[in-house]
């Protein structure tokens, strides 16, 4: 079967300093060249989040959705725990006379960051992934919180592709999420990334599978150095929508190259391209 | 299980123009640098080969395993097709009275680079290493060539494993190498790779896998992208002796990034001594 990445960029979150900033000051300049960047650079959709700002997460992430539109026409990965809030940024960009219709050809559905099976969130943003036409990233956790073990993960993807599959939304539309833990609070937890994106796999060829890879190196010196050595391990295990950074060249050549290795690259046209000097 | 990485220095080898060099002129210092470079960087084996010099190979890899000898005291992967050649180099460094004795404690064996299932070079290379206590890498050919499928790949490594089994050289001291293709000859070429190595590793979970990670960027711009592009992904299927230039210190640090990411590094010491500024 034919492999496509989906890159999601991770740029346009609240939690970076300067993103923080731009958000507080209201820089439409900034926020629209960084959706613009990480278009240029790669991104096939790109991941919006005003959590930092707790008291006016709702209007925040309303003007980051309508600038970052001035800017850029990728789908955006709308990112919020809070139905209501994923609500308010739906509104803010659909027309009401779109919701309920299948999208235009080529035009790709936002996407609701995030669904899972704790009770309070999984019935509400159900209800606007379908009322919204919308995409869902679907955490791999339920009421008891972050699974500790592999097999509670699949156990878990499991039942939210069975569940959201009998409520209308197939698993082409979900973006399966395993929840990385960092190394550095427990030794296994890449390791067991990596098995879950498998086993994920193994049973779902037909979802996608995405993770925050910066989840994995956090509280480790030279981070980028780990996310972009986890990358080609997750390719190969079945992770196909990695929330990344698009700006960082290294784990972008990364991607080419494991592309390649994947055989997924027909004559190496893409490789080729991305490093032979005309 | 634990699994330990060999690290083989590929330096000293004469299709590496300065080396060819050095050894046209004899010049020691260089050799001897390269090989206390290579050792420095972390390599647990040299790899030693003269295949350049048709006419004095023998001559030429007996001088050089001997100057290696005088600047480090790494085990010695010695690197020729020819039985005659590697029995040349096998006596220059090897007392006579040491042979058919078991190692001391903490030495390892010589590897000889490498035996397969060709015809002429079975039962040479196996009477040598047998003759000389030597390890083996053994290429996963036969008299019909290098093999186009996975699944042959896979029978010629089950067949030397058992082989070698029966003349009493157990799988911990063989070293299959499935002959990686360069990629830019087949597109599924590295894909192929990495699926032989994980067949061959659930097969064997105690050989040794080898392969020259760079053969399989050989052709193609950004080698070495590459090839620290396809160690991850190798190590994750079951590659643990790679061949590679440990003077790249981008391949090294993806090798301790990946080590972290696979659960081997315990409490991230190794990572963190890495990475972290005293």
């Given at each position: 079967m034919e492999v496509i990445m989906h890159i999601i960029g991770e740029k346009l979150n609240s939690s970076i300093p300067s993103v923080f900033t731009a958000l507080k000051n209201r820089d439409a300049g900034l926020v629209c060249r960084m959706a613009?960047?990480?278009?240029?650079?790669?991104?096939?959709?790109?991941?919006?989040?005003?959590?930092?700002?707790?008291?006016?997460?709702?209007?925040?992430?309303?003007?980051?959705?309508?600038?970052?539109?001035?800017?850029?026409?990728?789908?955006?990965?709308?990112?919020s725990p809070?139905?209501?809030?994923?609500?308010?940024?739906l509104a803010a960009f659909q027309r009401p006379e779109a919701r309920n219709q299948k999208p235009e050809t080529g035009i790709k559905r936002p996407v609701l960051n995030s669904i899972s099976l704790e009770t309070e969130r999984f019935g509400p943003v159900l209800a606007l992934a379908l009322q919204y036409n919308a995409d869902v990233i679907?955490?791999?956790?339920?009421?008891?919180?972050?699974?500790?073990?592999?097999?509670?993960?699949?156990e878990n993807a499991h039942k939210l592709l069975s569940r959201l599959s009998e409520n209308g939304i197939s698993?082409?539309?979900?973006?399966?999420?395993?929840?990385?833990?960092?190394?550095?609070?427990?030794d296994?937890?890449?390791?067991?990334?990596?098995?879950?994106?498998?086993?994920?796999?193994?049973?779902?060829?037909?979802?996608?599978?995405?993770?925050?890879?910066s989840n994995l190196s956090y509280g480790l010196p030279n981070r980028r150095l780990l996310n972009r050595t986890f990358l080609?391990?997750?390719?190969?295990?079945?992770?196909d929508a990695p929330i990344l950074d698009p700006l960082d060249t290294q784990i972008m050549d990364t991607l080419t190259a494991a592309t390649l290795l994947l055989g997924r690259d027909e004559f190496c046209g893409e490789y080729i391209e991305a490093f032979v000097q005309p």
């Open positions: 613009q960047q990480q278009q240029a650079a790669g991104a096939d959709y790109l991941d919006v989040n005003a959590g930092m700002f707790p008291d006016e997460e709702a209007e925040l992430l309303v003007w980051l959705v309508r600038t970052v539109r001035t800017g850029s026409d990728l789908p955006l990965v709308i990112d809070s139905p209501a809030v994923l609500e308010s940024a679907a955490l791999c956790m339920d009421d008891r919180g972050i699974p500790e073990t592999v097999a509670r993960r699949l698993p082409e539309r979900v973006f399966i999420d395993p929840l990385l833990q960092p190394v550095a609070t427990g296994e937890n890449g390791l067991d990334a990596l098995l879950a994106i498998r086993q994920i796999r193994e049973m779902s060829p037909s979802c996608h599978i995405t993770c925050g890879l080609p391990m997750a390719m190969l295990c079945g992770l």
